[in-house]
């Protein structure tokens, strides 16, 4: 059983930077793709970022520019690097693989705001 677990939200000011990291056991981590999701107040979850195995990205338009996905293999850790924050990337971020399982952690949540 894959254990997902999300750290790193806070409250920041727009235009700021938080780094999130998602650290999972109990799987091969490294042979799978694994992304970022996150949920929205009222809104569905969406994937907002994908990492192969081999470290080639994929960034939805509203993020493109501002996050960066990387890996660390040797530490089962997946992060979440969020520069030029705005009022709309307020949300709990989740990392699952990409497709996702059923096994999501708790997430944690990035709240910007003035």
């Known amino acids: 059983q894959v254990q997902l677990v999300e750290s790193g939200g806070g409250l920041v000011q727009p235009g700021g930077s938080l780094r999130l990291s998602c650290a999972a056991s109990g799987s091969i981590f490294s042979i799978y793709t694994m992304g970022w999701y996150r949920q929205a107040p009222g809104k569905q979850r969406e994937l907002v970022v994908v990492?192969?195995?081999?470290?080639?990205?994929n960034y939805a338009d509203s993020v493109k520019g501002r996050f960066t996905i990387s890996r660390d293999n040797a530490k089962n850790t997946v992060y979440l690097q969020m520069n030029s924050l705005k009022p709309e990337d307020t949300a709990v971020y989740y990392c699952?693989?990409?497709?996702?399982?059923?096994?999501w952690g708790k997430g944690t949540l990035v709240t910007v705001s003035s």
């Open positions: 990492i192969t195995s081999g470290g080639s990205t």
């Open positions: 699952n693989r990409v497709p996702s399982t059923n096994y």
